[in-house]
T-cell receptor, first 109, second 116 residues
Framework: GQSLEQPSEVTAVEGAIVQINCTYQ??????LSWYQQHDGGAPTFLSY????GLEETGRFSSFLSRSDSYGYLLLQELQMKDSASYFC??????????FGKGTRLHILP | GAVVSQHPSWVICKSGTSVKIECRSL??????MFWYRQFPKQSLMLMAT?????????EQGVEKDKFLINHASLTLSTLTVTSAHPEDSSFYIC????????????FGPGTRLTVL
């Protein structure tokens, strides 16, 4: 079976840094993705890690440790528009993407 | 860049009727498309994998006779919710497999289905 664990909610202050962790158990693994979803919208792709290490894209960074089956999404210089749900997802060998349950990020002014 | 569209973006129907949702890859060919369902404040759950020219593969617990999937061309997959009931009300999202993307898929904007 496959499972992904991430916190259900995280609260942070505008301008701060927040880290959302994700651990996974999968039968096949090609990479870990992160998606952002605002209420009422479809998920939008943020980042993808296939190899160990840190990937940086602007204010967002994503990290993967395959040996620990662990990854995280780091959001810097938080803005109010970053309030959304964030999903980690695993891409398996059959090209399927399995999503975690999502982390609701609340940002306080 | 690659674009995936869905039609309609929202639909309201009466209980017992059938609803068809289209998923199109607008500027690329997709031999494989995926259908997801998302209930409010929950995650996206993979329902089925749609392969052009062959039968769809359904995930465990998804009724294939209730959720009919047809992938008749390289740019179009359809999901038909048959005899819809209020519990089928959900956000349905498709994605198309595309090798040009790191995560391998492009997601459509979703279709909000409300069954009265």
């Amino acid at each position: 079976g496959q499972s992904l664990e991430q916190p259900s909610e995280v609260t942070a202050v505008e301008g701060a840094i927040v880290q959302i962790n994700c651990t996974y158990q999968t039968s096949g693994f090609y990479g870990l993705s992160w998606y952002q979803q605002h209420d009422g919208g479809a998920p939008t792709f943020l980042s993808y890690n296939a190899l160990d290490g840190l990937e940086e894209t602007g204010r967002f960074s994503s990290f993967l440790s395959r040996s620990d089956s662990y990854g995280y999404l780091l959001l810097q210089e938080l803005q109010m528009k970053d309030s959304a749900s964030y999903f980690c997802a695993v891409r398996g060998g059959d090209d399927k993407i399995i999503f975690g349950k999502g982390t609701r990020l609340h940002i306080l002014p | 860049g690659a674009v995936v569209s869905q039609h309609p973006s929202w639909v309201i129907c009466k209980s017992g009727t059938s609803v068809k949702i289209e998923c199109r890859s607008l500027d690329f060919q997709a031999t494989t498309m995926f259908w997801y369902r998302q209930f409010p404040k929950q995650s996206l759950m993979l329902m089925a994998t749609s392969n052009e020219g062959s039968k769809a593969t359904y995930e465990q617990g998804v009724e294939k006779d209730k959720f009919l999937i047809n992938h008749a061309s390289l740019t179009l997959s359809t999901l038909t919710v048959t005899s819809a009931h209020p519990e089928d009300s959900s956000f349905y999202i498709c994605s198309a497999k595309w090798g040009g993307r790191l995560d391998g898929q492009f997601f459509g904007p979703g279709t909000r289905l409300t069954v009265l």
